[in-house]
């Protein structure tokens, strides 16, 4: 494409106006298939505009465009150009704006103004889809969260039905439009808005999304630095990673032994700070890292994806090598334990590795007790999160195994998980070491608190939360046709290669086979190409084929898992309570064991979340218990 000159008219004290020119090669700057102000796009040949975004979809997706993305384009611009040639508003039109470090994801079209964003979507539909609307409104919550440009703009998402008519419909934030009433619609919301002063700022600004676990760990694995992503500061993150520097120096210092609890919420980045921290202690001469996890998927996913054993590696064969009876020392002065909540305790370990066998923290304990220099043991505890037999215990089994040592320790934890450490008498408490808010559900703050009132029955509360949960972008449906579920995910990603959908469900669920989900032993093969390969690998988790239960998915995410929900919980509405199914267990407290395996599976996603309910009649109360907590079916948008 050309260079471009829009004249914009700009007002001042000094001035009524003055006229500023603004060069922007758009086929340089690569930012979008084409840019201009509303004269210009008037102006403009369609077959002209057509070929700049044929040409830009070559570049940036290493394929031509088909022949239904033309049709689409011709059909944009045709309602467009109607539409801009009745409205004298002062719009700065923007077509396939690339969304960086998003793989291909761009918003169809953006009328953008002086602190003023529309989002356009184009759908050739009569109807309003579900994920139609999901995609509409998630272009415009990422573009404020990510976008430097955006924070303080408003943004309105704007879903476009090229065969709708006279349609007008509201849904949340987005607003859903036939091409007869798009013209009052924006007439009435752009009387009053400005030109934008340049739009370069936002062509040219930063957009930092939240990179998944996987990309995380190919960054650093790469000596890629993290990008500086303001949601991830605002949680935390840095600061917890900087204090834990802090004391790590302290223990290579004075070498008396530290325990030290990181807490947090699922997806509030507690992973991530291991990982962090792991990378950047590559660079120190005081003392070294290794990242340490029982959660063999975790590990399994984490190799795969970096082609590398050394910079993950299991816990379990960690303590092989250097406990029990083993002379060996680790030449890792700090130790991270992910996921420490589900640490084996001693008649798990009998059971797992032989009669002499210790709890893992007493194992990790008396390893750090051997060594010559102080080791600072960093457990990263997911509260709520103990799904397999033996790891009831928690956390109270690091204090007791901290109280039984012959030598010095030092604990530090955040304040709430206190009272679970009664046996130590010296606690320090910093709330550096609680992570609250989650990461993994973007502006979905709320998602952790729903799942926790609605596995406690307090539905009417689970219900208000649902809907800012739904507000701020984060949607929670509810269908009994897996059919349907699996329609949503692969249209709302259609043609994203970063995203990822897949089913998940509870390996105790006795009636989810005969549904088509295969929720068995094994059920997935490579647990590692599942979760990181490509959308169209038959190992994928998006060929929606095998099913990851709550032992797969523990500690990793999607960004939009269909939860199949089995006959394993169900609800009572005589008691008002979750009922597990009857079965014979080994665990103290299966009840806990079911609910945290539901927990595990409910907060997964990324961008929300698909229950399906299976069309059996012992389904039905649970069915209408996710509805009387918020869940919306597929059919009521």
Partial sequence: MVSQTIIISKKSNERASEEKAISINTRKLQYCGWQGNRDSFLGTPNEEITSDLSQFHHEHCNEGASPEQLTAWINCLDVLKTLLSALDVPVHVIFEYLLPREQGRRPDVIFLFEGYLFVLEFKDYHRVGAAHI????????????YHNACTSMTIAPLLILTRAGGLIEHHGEVMALGP??????????????????????????????????????????????????HKASSAGVPETVAFLQLLASNTAQDNINRLVLVTGVPGAGKTLVGLQFVYDASSKSDYSAIFLSGNGPLVKVLQYTLKSRVFVQSLHGFLKQYGGQSSQIPAESVWFYDEAQRAWDDNTAMKKRGANS???????????????????????VGEGQEIHIGEEAGIGQWADAVAASPTQWKVYCPKHVVNSLERVSSIETDERLNLDKSLRTHRASDLQEWVEQLLEGKLDQASELISRLHKDGYPIYITRDIRSAKKHVVEKYRGFIDKRY??????????????GVNNGFGSVKDVGAWFADSPDSSQSCCQLAETATEFSCQGLELDMPIVAWGNDLLWNRQEGLWHKFEERSAAERPDILRKNSYRVLLTRGRDGLVIFVPEDAEMDDTYQTLQHAGAVEFGAI
Avoid: W
Avoid at 358 to 380: F, H, I, Q
């Fill in 134 to 145: 999901d995609q509409a409104q998630a272009y415009a919550r990422d573009l404020h969260d």
């Fill in 180 to 229: 007869e009433s798009l013209r009052e619609y924006l007439g009435n919301q752009c009387r009053s808005l400005q030109p934008v002063t340049d739009a370069a700022i936002f062509l040219e600004g930063d957009y930092e999304p939240l990179p998944t676990l996987i990309s995380s760990a190919q960054l650093l694995f790469n000596n890629e630095p993290l990008p500086q992503i």
């Fill in 358 to 380: 210790v709890s893992e923290p007493r194992e990790l304990v008396g390893m750090a007790d051997r060594t010559s220099k102080g080791v600072m043991l960093v457990g990263l």
């Fill in 502 to 515: 897949g089913l998940l469900a509870s390996s105790k669920a006795r009636n989810l086979p005969r549904h």
